[in-house]
C-alpha cells in the first residue's frame, strides 16, 4: 500500500523541519509550527466524574488549567500542584505550639493582663483561707486533747482506773485505727459536709482519750516538760517552713524512706528490750516527725514543688494534728527514758 492512499495508516511527510506524521486524509497532526504535539486521547466519562470532584477536605477546590502543550515523558496527562496543607492553618486567636502533628495540636489563650492579675489574687486568697482553716481545726484538735490529757492527770480517779485497766487503750486505738483508714482512703468521707466534720471529731476525741491515758503513767512534770517542748518545736518548724528557701515537699521518697527504718526498728525493739535502743528509736522518732511536720506545713502553704487541693482541708489538718501529737507522744518518752517516768 502506498503512502498517501485512503485506508493506510500514519506515513511520514518530509518538510522544512524534518519529517510530520500524515493521516490518511493527507493531513499533518502533531505539528503547530513550533514543535511536536501528541494528540491526546478523549477522557472517558468516569475519569471526567472524578476531575469535576474536588479532593477530600477542600471544599469548592479549582482544577489548575491544563499546562501548555509539551513533548510528553513516557505518558499522557499533566502534573498538578498539591493543595496547601491544613495543619498551617491555628483555629483564629491562638498561637499554633508546633507539636499539632503529635498531640492532636495544643494552644496558647492571650490572657488579658488585667483578668490574669484578677486570677492571681483569687488564687492567694484561696489559698489563705485554706490556710486559716487548716490551722484553726488543728487548734481546736490540739484543745480538746490537752482537755482529755488534764483530766487523765489532774483526777486521781480517772487516772487510777485508766492506769489499772487496758482494755480502754485498746479499745480507743482499734477506733482510732479505723477512722484513719476511713478519712484517709475514702474520699467522700474527708470532702462530704458535714459528714468529714463529723469523722474528724470522732476520731480527735478517740486520740485524744489515747494521749490522755498514755499521759497518765507519767509525771506531771514530765508531760508538762514535754509539751513545752513540743510546743517551742512546732513553732520553729512551723517559721522555718514558712520562711525557708528549700522545697521540703520534694523529700516525700526520702520521708518514706525514713517511715520505713522507723518500723523496723520498732520492731527490733520488740525482742531487743534495752534502753539504748529504746533511745535510739525515740530520738529517730523525734527527728523523722519534725520532718514530716516541716514537709505537711509546706503542702499546706502552697508556692512549693507540691501543694495540697483546697478541698483537702480536713486530710491536711488531720496529717498536721497526727504530726503534733506523735511528735509529743516521743519527746515524753524521751524524757521518761531520762527518769521522768513513774515506771
Given amino acids: 500500500m502506498q503512502p498517501g492512499q485512503p485506508g ?29 504535539q501528541q494528540q491526546q486521547p478523549a477522557p472517558s466519562q468516569q475519569q471526567q466524574q472524578f476531575a469535576q470532584q474536588p479532593p477530600y477536605g477542600y471544599a469548592g477546590y479549582q482544577q489548575p488549567p491544563q499546562a501548555a502543550p509539551y513533548p510528553p515523558q513516557g505518558g499522557y496527562g499533566y502534573q498538578q500542584q498539591p493543595p496547601p496543607a491544613a495543619a498551617a492553618m491555628a483555629p483564629p486567636g491562638r498561637t499554633s505550639s508546633g507539636n499539632g502533628a503529635n498531640l492532636g ?76 483508714l476511713v478519712l484517709a482512703c475514702v474520699e467522700k468521707a474527708r470532702r462530704v459536709f458535714p459528714m468529714n466534720m463529723m469523722l474528724l471529731g470522732a476520731f480527735t476525741v478517740v486520740q485524744a482519750f489515747l494521749v490522755g491515758m498514755i499521759s497518765a503513767y507519767y509525771n506531771i512534770e514530765a508531760v508538762l516538760l514535754a509539751f513545752l517542748v513540743t510546743a517551742v518545736a512546732v513553732g520553729c518548724i512551723t517559721i ?39 533511745l535510739v528509736i525515740a530520738g529517730f522518732a523525734c527527728l523523722l516527725f519534725s520532718a514530716y511536720l516541716l514537709y505537711d506545713i509546706q503542702l499546706v502553704m502552697g508556692g512549693r514543688y507540691y501543694s495540697i487541693s483546697p478541698d483537702e482541708y480536713i486530710f491536711a489538718a488531720l496529717n498536721i494534728y497526727l504530726d503534733i501529737i506523735n511528735l509529743f507522744l516521743w519527746i515524753l518518752t524521751l524524757i521518761g527514758l531520762a527518769g521522768g517516768s513513774n515506771n
Fill in 8 to 36: 493506510a495508516g500514519p506515513s511520514w511527510q518530509a518538510n522544512q523541519h524534518g519529517y510530520a506524521p500524515q493521516g490518511a486524509d493527507g493531513k499533518q497532526h502533531g505539528f503547530d509550527g513550533k514543535g511536536w
Fill in 240 to 278: 522555718f517552713a514558712i520562711n525557708t528557701k528549700i522545697d521540703v515537699t520534694r523529700w516525700g521518697t526520702l520521708l518514706l524512706v525514713g517511715l520505713v527504718a522507723f518500723v523496723v526498728l520498732l520492731l527490733v525493739g520488740m525482742f531487743w528490750v534495752n534502753r539504748i535502743m529504746y
Fill in 105 to 180: 495540636g495544643s494552644y496558647v489563650v492571650n490572657v488579658d493582663p488585667d483578668t490574669a492579675t484578677s486570677m492571681q489574687f483569687a488564687e492567694v486568697a484561696v489559698r489563705n483561707g485554706f490556710v486559716r482553716k487548716v490551722f484553726g481545726i488543728v487548734a481546736i484538735q490540739l484543745l480538746v486533747t490537752v482537755g482529755f490529757a488534764c483530766v487523765c492527770l489532774f483526777v486521781p480517779e480517772v487516772k487510777l482506773y485508766v492506769r489499772t485497766n487496758r482494755w480502754p487503750f485498746w479499745t480507743a486505738w482499734g477506733l482510732a485505727i479505723g477512722l484513719i
